[in-house]
Nanobody
Framework: QVEVRESGGGVVQAGESLRLSCVVS????????VGWFRQPPGQSREQVAC????????YTPFDSRGRFAISRDNAENIVYLDMNKLTPEDTATYIC?????????????????WGQGIQVTVSS
């Protein structure tokens, strides 16, 4: 059974940085991509970034480019999302997901294994 577990959320001030972590376990194949999504209050879920096992990254057309960075430690099965220069507009539930049946990014939302999500709140 695939398990996805996020950690590292919290409350920060605008301009500060935060690192989110995602541990994935139970995937039968190592070559699986992992992505981060976010869902701001009252808005739909959107993909933020994705990384393949080989380290290829994609960022959706949203202002995470240049401020957010996704990375991966394959030995520990951990994927990180480093978020810098946070603004109140980054306030959202951040959700990690993996696709055990595919190897590429970005993730297609159907058939993913999802984490519970973690809250990030940026105060002004």
């Amino acid at each position: 059974q695939v398990e996805v577990r996020e950690s590292g959320g919290g409350v920060v001030q605008a301009g500060e940085s935060l690192r989110l972590s995602c541990v994935v376990s139970g995937v039968p194949y190592d070559d699986h991509p992992v992505g981060w999504f976010r869902q701001p209050p009252g808005q739909s879920r959107e993909q933020v970034a994705c990384i393949t096992r080989s380290g290829t990254t994609t960022y959706t057309p949203f202002d995470s480019r240049g401020r957010f960075a996704i990375s991966r430690d394959n030995a520990e099965n951990i994927v990180y999302l480093d978020m810098n220069k946070l603004t109140p507009e980054d306030t959202a539930t951040y959700i990690c997901a993996t696709d055990q049946w595919s190897s590429g990014c970005p993730l297609v939302t159907s058939g993913l294994s999802w984490g519970q999500g973690i809250q990030v709140t940026v105060s002004s």
